[in-house]
T-cell receptor, first 112, second 112 residues
């Protein structure tokens, strides 16, 4: 069976500090991978998606970046965090043309 | 502009009662509509998915309906339980590319 992992679960970072969130998927190959942000009281906002190693599409301009160094690894990064980067970050995967997205447990990021 | 709107924003119901959540969308061309349940601090989990030709689909006590002509969907929860307390998110997929459009969710609280 497939599983998706995210870490850390919670993170408190000062403004201007760097960020690295990691997401890994087990039990499947060549998944589509997604990073979403969910601000308090808001819907999920798609940040990045990837259909393969090294292939990253950005949905919104921001100070975040994403990388996919391995088939089942998706990393969300920032060089300098902003207060507005606070939120709940969710990684998800899907396979091929199948529409079901399977979400990870999420990372709660608080920027102070 | 492709949008997904959900109502009500929040809802409180008594245990054992029925509730109905609404989702209106303008996404076109339409591919499918999915309802997710998101427990607090967790990632969303898929409940149902419906394509253009499907009017209703059930998953236990959850029944989703779709009217593709009016671009409306409802999620009915019968015999509500305390564990139904969560946010319910409507997601519509566009028929071109890899775009998913998320509603902001309805926060449901079931009280004894």
């Amino acid at each position: 069976s497939q599983t998706i992992h995210q870490w850390p679960a919670t993170l408190v970072q000062p403004v201007g500090s760097p960020l690295s969130l990691e997401c890994t998927v087990e039990g499947t190959s060549n998944p589509n991978l997604y990073w979403y942000r969910q601000a308090a009281g808001r819907g999920l906002q798609l940040l990045f998606y990837s259909v393969g190693i090294g292939q990253i599409s950005s949905e919104v301009p921001q100070n975040l970046s994403a990388s996919r160094p391995q088939d089942r690894q998706f990393i969300l990064s920032s060089k300098k965090l902003l207060l507005s980067d606070s939120g709940f970050y969710l990684c998800a995967w899907s396979w091929g043309r199948e529409d079901t997205q399977y979400f990870g447990p999420g990372t709660r990021l608080t920027v102070l | 502009k492709n949008q997904v709107e959900q109502s009500p924003q929040s809802l409180i119901i008594l245990e054992g009662k029925i509730c109905t959540l609404q989702c209106n969308y303008t996404v076109s061309p339409f591919s499918n509509l999915r309802w997710y349940k998101q427990d607090t601090g967790r990632g969303p989990v898929s409940l149902t998915i419906m394509t253009f030709s499907e009017n209703t689909k059930s998953n236990g006590r959850y029944t989703a309906t779709l009217d593709a002509d009016t671009k409306q969907s409802s999620l009915h929860i019968t015999a509500s339980q305390l564990s139904d307390s969560a946010s319910y998110i409507c997601v519509v997929r566009e028929n071109t590319g890899n775009q998913f459009y998320f509603g902001t969710g309805t926060s449901l609280t079931v009280i004894p």
